[in-house]
């Protein structure tokens, strides 16, 4: 299967809003709700940020949010904050497989 | 608290078979809600998953790596294990452990700190 495409860079000054793209197709994105977003600084593991589209783990700031509209999902970042600069990844099932995207640098300006 | 560790040789020669265990503590992994996985990094690169099993012994490999990988489980150590075979300097990567939150491979809540694993001679 081929990985789910994102944009490699996003950046936004302090205070505005960002929003990440993830296109798959109806086999991954498009044809279950389970599709979740990671946070990577570098050196660490990756952090769940958002799961099945739109659920926020325990801690997470609101300002992150999760959206899907047919084979694309989306993760929005409000309020920027120098903190949120690192690399970001969707990851989707898709039927007994499991896809992550390319990956997109977030930069805070 | 769920803590996953990665642990295995850092250094492993070309056309050998890569293995990793992941001990996992804070919960087990003979539970039948979760599905217990491995994904790696290479460096500057982005994720890829590799495989994983379910208590049953069901598993599950991406299509690309199925005809060199083995994901296995120790139930008495509350363990997991992958194994690589004939591993290039593409294998290269930092793989992580995780655990996938359902009954399918779904995308993983609780990841492990990751280990590098350098294929060379």
């Known amino acids: 299967q081929s990985a789910l495409t994102q944009p490699p860079s996003a950046s936004g000054s302090p205070g505005q809003s960002v929003t990440i793209s993830c296109t798959g197709t109806?086999?991954?994105?498009?044809?279950?709700?389970?599709v979740s977003w990671y946070q990577q600084y570098p050196g660490k593991a990756p952090k769940l940020m958002i799961s099945?589209?739109?659920k926020r783990p325990s801690g997470v700031p609101d300002r992150f949010s999760g959206s899907k509209s047919g084979n694309t999902a989306s993760l929005t970042v409000s309020g920027l904050q120098a903190e949120d600069e690192a690399d970001y990844y969707c990851?989707?099932?898709?039927?007994?497989?499991?896809?992550f995207g390319t990956g997109t640098k977030v930069t805070v300006l | 608290q769920l803590l996953l560790q990665e642990s295995g040789p850092g250094l492993v020669k070309p056309s050998e078979t890569l293995s990793l265990n992941c001990t996992v503590s804070g919960g087990s992994i003979s539970s039948n809600n979760y599905y217990w996985g491995w994904i790696r990094q290479p460096p500057g690169k982005g994720l890829e998953w590799i495989g994983s099993i379910y208590l049953s012994g069901s598993t599950f490999y991406n299509p690309s790596l199925k005809s060199r990988v083995t994901v296995s489980a120790d139930t008495s150590k509350n363990q997991f294990s992958l194994k690589l075979r004939s591993v290039t300097a593409a294998d290269t990567a930092v793989y992580y452990c995780?655990?996938?939150?359902?009954?399918?491979?779904?995308?993983?809540?609780?990841w492990g700190q990751g280990t590098l694993v350098t294929v060379s001679s």
């Open positions: 990851c989707s099932y898709a039927g007994s497989n499991m896809v």
């Open positions: 099945e589209v739109t």
């Open positions: 995780a655990r996938h939150p359902h009954i399918v491979v779904v995308p993983p809540d609780y």
């Open positions: 109806s086999s991954d994105i498009g044809g279950y709700n389970y």
